[in-house]
RNA sequence: GGUACCGUGGCCGAGCGGCUAGGCACUGGUCUGCAAAACCAGCUACAGCGGUUCGAAUCCGCUCGGUACCUCCA
């Protein structure tokens, strides 16, 4: 008995049942980076929370235009002495660099880092600098329409008067009344009616060197305008899902439902998805708070902070123990943990291809309908792994002589084991999997001499092989029927 | 100050009114020349105080503690 899938959206605060609105096309548009730093574990939550919704969609059946875009043109820095300055910008100063070269050594970084935690690139991955003729398009329609008001060559949001006609702060939960009564005094912002009224276009200052002609000035588009327009452009007016980090929700994504109303008159976007934070010990990692740590740092174990080197799918595999919308605590016990477990879950899906089959059988197909109704139930991936894990313990079972599989229950447990670890989470196993042929006529050969030397008693030799090996992270395992091995 | 959210066993982490989550760690056992792996068994918690209910980790209230957003950030 399959469930439908259900979706929690954050406009709503509720699951609701997923219903496309032109099956079996679905659109999703998710905030990607702003290319001006190497990519890190929060980074990496959201390309794989997406990436899972992603995949498993397309799992469904459905066929996903997934639009992820670059933030390339940078958003306005707050620091009191680099006011206005684009971060891009600033960082391109620093490094005596174009800032479009910054854009591409970060994109690439980013790329690569993606590729590491078999992250599927998107559809269409569109930068915002290659985008600015849309959003001055897109600019223009809120002015034309009266929700926005030019001073100085710049253009801001009236939210006020949008708040007249709409709700502004329906998603998360403000008030514009509130908001009012919040003003506080921010350097800069003499130009605004109000203080929580944004950029659509902000005119640059002399020094700042990315920029672009437009009818107001030379100047560069605000931080909300490129998810509508390029949202617009590759999706449509209207779309499925639209997804990011929570911490995206206020303003970014309040600002861009008031854009869309604005320009168009409804709504563009039919199920807003949120992905939570992650913290080192209990507090949030963010660039400004220079707590975080980068992917690569990760994978090399080159950080204070690190015991150890971790394998991008552990990383993965980590993310998927815990709920999207929950928020996920780093540590290193909490990776090594997730690192024996996707071990054991590899080892049991090889076994598989080992154990014998018989007449009597197990039950699988009830594995296969609570992994998959945990999926249905807003990608509750931490419920399918604990299900695997019971599956595990069966298949092992089933190795020790204790239960028996059909091949009928063989093949289920298969596909079921390819379909979601591989196919719908994304992991690999990737250990050895080079020079595989070289290093199992080896170890056949090694295993042969080992057992020869036990069968001659010389437990000294057999140790000696089993504690070099052990250097090189392969661990046999000895057994009635002879010896097999595995890396670590 | 405003707005959201959270507090689960040694650690991570599910849970959405009744039924063992799961992983890791730990302890005992089976197996093994020894070890590892695997299997079996054990440890079995819901911040505190009230309330609703036949029944609450789960709903309501209060208290305490923590986090995020309101300003760039996934």
């Not at 992820?68 to 005596?96: C, F, M, P, S, W």
């Not at 200052?205 to 327009?229: F, L, N, Q, T, V």
């Not at 091949?407 to 595989?436: C, Q, W, Y």
């Amino acid at each position: 008995m399959q469930s439908t899938l259900q979706i929690y959206n954050t406009l709503t605060r509720k699951k609701e049942n997923f219903e496309p609105l032109s099956p079996p096309h679905v659109g999703m548009y998710v905030c990607g980076p702003t290319v001006y730093g190497d990519a890190h574990l929060g980074h990496a939550r959201a390309a794989i929370t997406f990436d899972i919704v992603f995949r498993y969609l397309m799992h469904l059946g459905y066929k996903v235009r997934y639009v992820r875009n670059i933030t390339d043109v940078g958003h306005l820095e707050n620091d009191t002495d680099e006011l206005g300055e684009d971060k891009i910008a600033k960082k391109a100063r620093l490094d005596q660099l174009e800032p479009m070269e910054v854009v591409q050594l970060f994109v690439n970084r980013y790329h690569k880092n993606m590729e590491q935690l078999n992250v599927l690139p998107p559809s269409i991955e569109p930068t915002a600098s290659g985008h600015v003729i849309e959003q001055i398009e897109y600019v223009k329609e809120i002015l034309k329409n009266g929700y926005a008001y030019e001073k100085e060559g710049s253009v801001y949001f009236d939210v006020v008067r949008y708040n007249e006609d709409y709700n502004y702060g329906k998603l998360s939960g403000r008030k514009v009344e509130d908001l009012l009564q919040n003003t506080r005094e921010l350097a800069g912002q003499e130009d605004k009616k109000n203080s929580f009224d944004f950029a659509l276009w902000k005119k640059a200052d002399p020094k700042h060197i990315m920029r672009w002609p437009s009818p107001w000035s030379d100047g560069y588009p605000g931080w909300h305008m490129e998810c509508s327009a390029m949202g617009a452009k590759y999706l449509g007016e209207q779309f499925d899902i639209h997804g990011g980090g929570l911490d995206l929700l206020f303003p970014h994504h309040e600002s861009e439902i008031a854009q869309v109303n604005a320009a168009k008159g409804h709504e563009a976007v039919k199920y807003w998805m949120h992905n939570n934070m992650i913290t080192i010990d209990g507090q949030k990692m963010g660039k400004s708070l220079n707590n975080f740590i980068t992917l690569n740092e990760f994978f090399s174990g080159d950080h204070e902070a690190l015991d150890q080197a971790y394998d991008p799918m552990v990383i993965r595999f980590f993310m998927l123990q815990a709920h999207y919308r929950s928020t996920l605590d780093f540590s290193n016990e909490a990776l090594k943990a997730a690192e024996k477990g996707m071990n054991k879950l590899f080892e049991a899906y090889k076994l598989l291809d080992q154990i014998q089959e018989s007449s009597s059988s197990v039950d699988i197909k009830k594995y296969h309908d609570l992994c998959f109704d945990a999926l249905n139930d807003d990608f509750n991936t931490p419920i399918a792994l604990a299900h695997l894990f019971d599956l595990s313990r069966i298949i092992n079972q089933v190795n020790d002589g204790k239960k028996s599989f059909t091949k009928e229950n063989i093949t289920i447990a298969k596909k079921l084991f390819e379909t979601l670890l591989f196919s719908v989470f994304g992991l690999r196993d990737e250990k050895g999997k080079d020079d595989s042929h070289l290093i199992d006529y080896l170890m056949e050969t090694i295993l042969d001499i080992r057992k020869q030397a036990k069968e001659n008693k010389d437990y000294a030799t057999a140790d000696k092989i089993r504690e070099e090996l052990e250097k090189l992270n392969i661990q046999i395992k000895d057994s009635k029927e002879g010896s097999n091995w595995l890396f670590k």
